[in-house]
């Protein structure tokens, strides 16, 4: 598949069927989040900032992606940082799906102003640790221990979390000396 097949699309609710089949996919894996099922519409919609959710679609208008971001405090300092998803079908992956999926959402976050976007990765999902690093994400920490599993195969057991961000080089930026 090409990119050029690919689409580009402002997520809403006629792809919620697609996007929550792909979410509870990349549940199932238990390498995705600490999640055991996804939200509802109405959840995911009252907690994901709308100009900032897209999915990829192909030529047939299947959902192969989405990317999502939810503003990381209601504190006006934090106006600017967005904590994100990005999901692929397990049948799209390996093909620039994520990378078409972050690099809009870079767009998006950038043109309203957002100069950071974060995103808490397992250690053990090595394919989207190098995307992120890829989009220009940087690791700026472990968070130890940060939550219990609760299924899966590593169910019962503590886990680390890799917090990455992506600072704009565009947005945020003032005339101060920092």
């Known amino acids: 598949m090409s990119a050029q097949q690919i689409r580009l699309t402002p997520l809403s609710e006629r792809h919620w069927p697609a996007v929550v089949d792909i979410y509870a996919a990349g549940i199932a894996t238990g ?12 959840q995911f919609d009252a907690t994901r900032l709308a100009e900032h959710r897209h999915v990829a679609v192909n030529a047939n208008d299947t959902v192969l992606g989405w990317v999502a971001a939810s503003a990381v405090s209601q504190r006006c300092v934090y106006a600017g940082v967005v904590e994100h998803s990005v999901y692929v079908h397990p049948d799209a992956a390996g ?4 990378r078409l999926l972050l690099d809009a959402l870079i767009a998006s976050t950038e043109a309203a102003g957002i100069w950071t976007i974060q995103s808490g990765i397992f250690p053990e999902n090595l394919a989207s640790l190098a995307l992120h690093r890829h989009a220009g994400f940087r690791e700026v920490g472990c968070r130890c221990r940060l939550g219990y599993m609760a299924y899966g195969p590593l169910a019962g057991q503590w886990r680390d979390v890799i917090l990455l961000e992506r600072r704009s080089s565009v947005a945020g930026i003032t005339n101060s000396s920092r």
């Open 95 to 98: 093909q620039g799906i994520g």
């Open 31 to 42: 390498q995705a989040t600490f999640e055991t099922e996804p939200p509802s519409w109405e």
